[in-house]
């Protein structure tokens, strides 16, 4: 079974939008996190935001924010106002502390598109 | 600091050639990975390292080798490099197994012919 999955191979959002990116994951470890990484055309990954599981509270930083629920084991990620620069590929990741030795599991991505 | 470097940024290889590829990182990091990204793919774990001396598999190891004599470096060996292995690599490190943030070198493009 797939630990971490993507279902929007691509999303369209028309500039200073928000939009959602989810990701769901499939985990047994009671302590984890997760990550969202922005890659753009350039090809770097970029760490945009991170969750642990035992965070109570979504965690922010800047114009993205993580919508974490725990029961449903989603993640989705939150761009607020969208901006022409934010056109690029998006990756949810999950590490497992317990269980997996922190080893980093990736899905397999959203492609966002910011309209003018 | 440089965070973590990686060499070549782009190499063609012949199918049964060997190669490494070079990952550094100066921010005293005790966790290392090495990732391929396939077209229209996530990363996928190939080794890891949680410090020096101490190497381990992830998902995709076959045809992969490390090794991890210092905390600042861990080489990626290509043993015999097949069609398969075309992909681009990244070399990631993290203050520690819990730590929330793995740095990404800027990839390393490898093509195999």
């Known amino acids: 079974a797939q630990k971490i999955t993507q279902t929007q191979p691509g999303m369209f959002v028309q500039e200073k939008e928000a939009v959602t990116l989810d990701c769901t994951y499939d985990?047994?470890?009671?302590?984890?996190?997760l990550f969202w990484y922005k890659q753009p055309s350039s090809g770097e990954m970029i760490f945009l935001i991170y969750?642990?599981?035992?965070?109570?509270q979504n965690a922010t930083e800047g114009r993205y924010s993580l919508n974490f629920q725990k029961a449903r084991k989603s993640a989705n990620l939150v761009i607020s106002a969208s901006q022409l620069g934010d056109s690029a590929m998006y990756f949810c990741?999950?590490?497992?502390?317990?269980?997996?030795?922190?080893?980093?599991?990736f899905g397999d991505g959203t492609t966002l598109t910011v309209k003018p | 600091n440089a965070g973590v470097t990686q060499t070549p940024k782009f190499q063609v290889l012949k199918t049964g050639q060997s190669m490494t590829l070079q990952c550094a990182q100066d921010?005293?990091?005790?966790?290392m990975s090495w990732y391929r990204q396939d077209p229209g793919m996530g990363l996928r774990l190939i080794h890891y390292s949680v410090g020096a001396g101490i190497t381990d598999q992830g998902e995709v190891p076959n045809g992969y080798n490390v090794s991890r004599s210092t905390t600042e470096d861990f080489p990626l060996r290509l043993l015999s490099a097949a069609p398969s292995q075309t992909s681009v690599y990244f070399c990631a490190s993290s203050e520690g197994l819990a730590a929330y943030e793995q740095y990404f070198g800027p990839g390393t493009r490898l093509t195999v012919t």
């Open positions: 969750q642990g599981s035992y965070d109570e």
């Open positions: 921010m005293n990091h005790e966790y």
């Open positions: 990741a999950m590490r497992e502390y317990n269980t997996n030795a922190g080893k980093s599991t």
């Open positions: 985990t047994s470890d009671q302590s984890y996190g």
